[in-house]
T-cell receptor
């Protein structure tokens, strides 16, 4: 199994630009999670999906952030417009209902 | 929300045992986890313990759970330089959050020769 796949691995963009992060969960996993990691706040849950449906988006910072899961094998996290304070490592993770979460390698986002 | 608390830094000598401590917040957490993060990498699940257990051993790793005090610890026996990494304690996030996890800020373990 290839594990959770995230792209891109690194993204550098300028303030105000739109950023799209992508995730392919492990096949057969019906839960997908987006986390953000910063030095100050550690790992924070942004949103998670069950069977492609958003269940809890209370961690999404503000309206500039949106996430979609159009099918069981793909999810996106979009930031529009991006700001320097969005700079972080964004992780995607997937699991089955009764199993532990498996994390992708992360996308390191730098907003200048 | 409430925080999962961990000490930020631990330094041990190669061959010694390491003990990383964590205080969690949700007494209804079904599982408690330890994840390892090496520099520039994602999180790797190390081990987990079911909430009705008080100890779990897996090779060099021993997890102790004290539910009364909401205290979790990870002991690494015969610590090696390859164990240098950040270790995260995590609890399941409340009954309405499925299996979403609430993480501590991580303990940086440095193993010196």
């Amino acid at each position: 199994d290839a594990g959770v796949i995230q792209s891109p691995r690194h993204e550098v963009t300028e303030m105000g630009q739109e950023v799209t992060l992508r995730c392919k969960p492990i096949s057969g996993h019906d839960y997908l999670f987006w986390y953000r990691q910063t030095m100050m706040r550690g790992l924070e849950l942004l949103i998670y999906f069950n069977n492609n449906v958003p269940i809890d988006d209370s961690g999404m910072p503000e309206d500039r952030f949106s996430a979609k899961m159009p099918n069981a094998s793909f999810s996106t996290l979009k930031i529009q417009p991006s700001e320097p304070r969005d700079s972080a490592v964004y992780f995607c993770a997937s699991s089955t209902e009764s199993d532990t979460q498996y994390f992708g390698p992360g996308t390191r986002l730098t907003v200048l | 929300g409430e925080d999962v608390e961990q000490s930020l830094f631990l330094s041990v000598r190669e061959g010694d045992s390491s003990v990383i401590n964590c205080t969690y917040t949700d007494s209804s957490s079904t599982y408690l986890y330890w994840y390892k993060q090496e520099p520039g990498a994602g999180l790797q699940l190390l081990t987990y313990i079911f909430s009705n257990m008080d100890m779990k051993q897996d090779q060099r790793l021993t997890v102790l759970l004290n539910k009364k005090d909401k205290h979790l610890s990870l002991r690494i026996a015969d610590t090696q330089t390859g164990d240098s990494a950040i270790y995260f304690c995590a609890e399941t996030k409340g009954s309405n959050s499925g299996y979403a996890l609430n993480f501590g800020k991580g303990t940086s373990l440095l193993v010196t020769p």
